[in-house]
C-alpha cells in the first residue's frame, strides 16, 4: 500500500468502520475492505483533511467520490463473492472498485469521462489494483465482452434501469442500481435475473447520485 498511508490514517478508517457498524452495515468483507483502503488516496488534496468522514466530496468532472456509507450499502445489498464477475458502471475516482476487489471479485469497470479513466487506470496500478479492467466508454451499453456477469454495480442515479445492463447479467445474477428522477432523490433498488425473459425488483432506501448520462463524454 502506498507510503503516504500513515498510522494516523488506519486510524481514523478503524473509527470510519465503527460509525458504519452503528448506521447497519454488518459484512465482514466490506467492512474489512473500507478499513484497509486508504480513502485519501483518491480525493483532491483539498479534501484530505476529511477524507475519513463520512461524506461523499467532488473530483474531477463535476463527480464525486461517494459517501463511505453509500459504497458499504450498495456493496452489501450486491454481497460480490470471491470469484465473481463484477460490472461496475461508473468508476469515477475508483474507490468503490477497490472495495469491489477487496471482497474477491473480479471487477470490470466503466467510466464515461476520459480523464478519469486515465487518472483511474494509474491509481490502480500505483496501489497494487492489476486485477481490475478499466474501460472508457458509455456505461449504458455496459462492456458485453467479458460478460455475463454475475454482478453490476451502477454507482450513478438512472433515469430507468438500462435493458443493456439486464441482457449482460447471468441467469440469477444480481444488478445494484439506484433508479430515479436523476435530479432529484433515487431509489436504491436490485434486479434478480430469474430467467432471458424474468426479473425481480425491489426497492431499498433513497439516496442521491450524479446523474447516469449515456454516450462518452467529450
Known amino acids: 500500500m502506498n507510503v503516504n498511508d500513515t498510522f494516523r490514517h488506519q486510524g481514523l478508517r478503524r473509527q470510519l468502520v465503527d460509525l458504519l457498524k452503528e ?5 465482514r468483507l466490506v467492512l474489512e475492505a473500507i478499513g484497509k483502503i486508504p480513502r485519501h488516496l483518491f480525493m483532491d488534496n483539498a479534501f484530505l483533511e ?3 468522514q463520512d461524506k461523499a466530496f467532488p473530483i474531477d468532472c463535476e463527480q464525486t467520490i461517494s459517501q463511505p456509507f453509500t459504497v458499504a450499502y450498495q456493496t452489501q445489498l450486491l454481497d460480490p463473492v470471491k470469484g465473481e464477475k463484477v460490472l461496475e458502471i461508473g468508476t469515477g475516482s475508483g474507490y468503490q472498485s477497490c472495495v469491489l476487489a477487496e471482497t474477491g471479485a473480479k471487477v470490470f469497470t466503466i467510466e464515461r469521462h476520459r480523464p ?7 491509481r490502480f496500478e500505483s496501489l497494487g489494483y492489476f486485477s481490475i479492467k478499466s474501460f472508457y466508454g458509455d456505461g ?12 453490476i454495480l451502477v454507482t450513478c442515479g438512472a433515469p430507468e434501469i438500462p435493458a443493456a445492463l439486464v441482457a449482460q447479467l447471468k441467469i440469477g445474477g444480481l444488478m445494484v442500481i439506484p433508479v430515479g428522477d436523476i435530479l432529484a432523490e433515487q431509489v436504491m433498488t436490485t434486479v434478480l435475473k430469474k430467467s432471458e425473459n424474468e426479473v425481480e425488483i425491489f426497492e431499498f432506501d433513497k439516496f442521491r447520485f450524479v446523474p447516469m448520462l449515456q454516450q462518452k463524454a467529450r
Open 116 to 122: 478519469l479513466h486515465d487518472a483511474t487506470k494509474k
Open 23 to 27: 448506521k447497519g452495515i454488518t459484512n
Open 140 to 151: 449504458f451499453k455496459g462492456q458485453a465482452s467479458y460478460g455475463p456477469y454475475d454482478k
Open 50 to 52: 476529511y477524507a475519513y
